[in-house]
């Protein structure tokens, strides 16, 4: 049991902290549940009984917690608002190779990552860093990581939630194209044909070049990289030539204009990439946004700062 010295109120670990370690939330003592707010929203996790994925899912929870952090400081929806809906839900499987009794399968059984009604999976060879690598070679990505990944995901989710059934849908539409094409065409011409040569006038993203919305979860990864980002900055009062970043995520900020933060985005990972080569690393953020991108993130941010949650 914990007292917290901001609110004086007293918390109880998450139960994947007593029994794995693998997190760091508190829970208030009052509360029935025995798992926090984070792990709640996790409904399969690896096989424990190989030592290794304990640490695999470890990683898995660490990049979902600084999700499920961002998403509630945007007060975007992630549980149930009615019995009707769906909420946000995270499955970390592995792919089946072989039987309970090691001998390999004729058939294997290969995990896609992906989103399906609110269920967000990953497979989770992606928390292992050789294979995360190797699969971005292959690829041919510069930026692959788990938060990448989760972000990602729950831009589908959220274009369920928050566009789907709106208004909101033909203004979409005129921005990042019809999402009526299809789906499994568009999969199979860029996985042959590659992204379009001049891709970068129009995405984010090779790979948001695919389908409208692969388009919208690429755009939406970014819009959270670049709010959660800018906070941490702040936090850690960074100033860059004198200017003190802003901070999007708090009270009233994020409602306001996107330029400040836009500008201070551009700031931040001029300054981030060159210490990355000073110490012989991959740019934290190698994307060059393209005027079409920034007014699909300018899209983002209206949608986010304005959801009537
Ligand atoms: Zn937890
Ligand atoms: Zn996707």
Redesign the pocket.
Known sequence: MWTANLDNQQYKPCKNYSEFHVCNWLIPITSDNAYCASCELTSHIPDLSKEENIELWYRMEVAKRRLIYTLKKLDLPVWRMKPDEPSLRFRFLEDETEDEYGNELTVKSTVIT??DNGVITLNLKEAEDASRVLMREKMNERYRTLIGHLR??SG?FYWNVLIQHTELLSAFRDLFGDERQDYTQSLESYYSLGPPDNWQENFISAYASMHP??DW?ETWAHYLHIVDTLETATEYQVSIMRHKMVNPLQDNLYAQSFDATYEDWCRLTTVLNALNRSMGLDDAYPFIISDKALQKLFFVHKIVSQQPY
Do not use: K, L, R, S
């Open positions: 992906g989103h990602h995901e589908h919305w692969e979860a």
